[in-house]
């Protein structure tokens, strides 16, 4: 493991922000912590980075702190600054030893090249969230900390801060912290379920989904959907069946193998029309709605 805590435990006066968390992240993982307003996941990533002092409880990071990056959910820059002179700047604290290009490289990634020369004051919050993490990343870190790094952005900027996320897989272990489940269902691939301070699961992405989602199938059909609905019903491999909309049947099932041989044959005795079917993917919001809640 690249990061272990144990016991971790921060209270803002009598208010436990973080109440025994023992994370553990494993080496190469982009792990997504997830969790609703004020679960935690800031005071969390303060406490890797040493920024705050945990209240109990050790933390363990493989890396030496100064391998370890933390960007902030709306990192600010001196506004008179250029984008080079903040890479920069970062890449001579950090990293004094590596080579200049380094800046080039980590501006072309963010695709800030041709904005490098302009003043960061006029630079859009998805320009801004991109030259944050070049300047994170410029002193090739072991481990990047980033605190909701696309929450704040437009669906394009959000894209793109994803994209930039994804390309660091396989250069540096990468815990963010979300809101936004889809972003974290697509990035990561290892998730902690944070809620009031307490980690309700931690593992990989498919662990939680296969251990927790129930099978279900996703039918479309014509309308009306009443007698289809009414046979499906009646089949004691059929657990449930939700009308969605007036095109869409959710069935859920006792195993996906028996439905896979039993489905086709239901429908066609109540003469559907049908327009595709397929099994309904996991998704990490049921789950985090199941969890949470
Ligand atoms: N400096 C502080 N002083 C007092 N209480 C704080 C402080 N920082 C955070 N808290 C409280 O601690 C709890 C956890 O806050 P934290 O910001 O870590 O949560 P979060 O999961 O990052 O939330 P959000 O998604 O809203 O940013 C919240 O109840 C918050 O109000």
């Known amino acids: 493991m690249i990061v272990e805590t144990r016991g971790l435990a921060k209270r803002y006066g009598a208010h436990p922000a973080l109440a025994g968390v023992d994370l553990a992240v494993p080496e190469g993982a982009v792990y997504g912590l997830v969790g609703p307003n004020g679960a935690g996941k800031t005071t969390l990533l303060a406490v890797l980075a ?143 379920i944070l809620r009031e301070g307490r980690l309700l699961f931690q593992g990989s992405l498919p662990d939680l989904l296969v251990g927790r989602a129930v099978p279900a199938y996703l039918v479309r059909l014509r309308p009306p959907l009443g007698r289809v609905a009414g046979v499906l019903r009646a089949e004691d491999w059929v657990t449930g069946v939700d009308i969605l909309d007036d095109q869409r049947l959710r069935v859920t099932v006792r195993s996906l193998a028996e439905a896979e041989q039993r489905l086709p044959g239901a429908l066609a005795a109540g003469d559907a029309r049908v327009v595709s079917l397929g099994p309904q993917a996991a998704d990490l919001e049921d789950v985090f709605l199941e969890l949470t809640s």
């Open 50 to 192: 040493g920024l705050r002092r945990p209240t109990s409880g050790e933390v363990r990071l493989a890396p030496p702190r100064r391998r370890v990056a933390l960007l902030p959910d709306t990192p600010q820059f001196e506004p008179w600054l250029t984008g080079r002179e903040v890479v920069a700047l970062a890449r001579r604290l950090v990293a004094p030893g590596l080579p200049v290009s380094r800046e080039e490289r980590v501006l072309a990634d963010a695709e800030l090249s041709a904005a490098a020369e302009r003043r960061v004051g006029g630079y859009s919050r998805g320009m801004l969230q991109r030259l944050g993490l070049a300047a994170t990343v410029v002193g090739e870190p072991e481990l990047l900390l980033l605190d909701e790094p696309a929450s704040a952005l437009d669906p394009a900027g959000r894209r793109e801060v994803l994209d930039l996320i994804a390309g660091l897989r396989g250069k540096a272990t990468v815990v963010l912290s979300s809101h936004i489940l889809a972003d974290v269902q697509e990035v990561c691939d290892t998730v902690g």
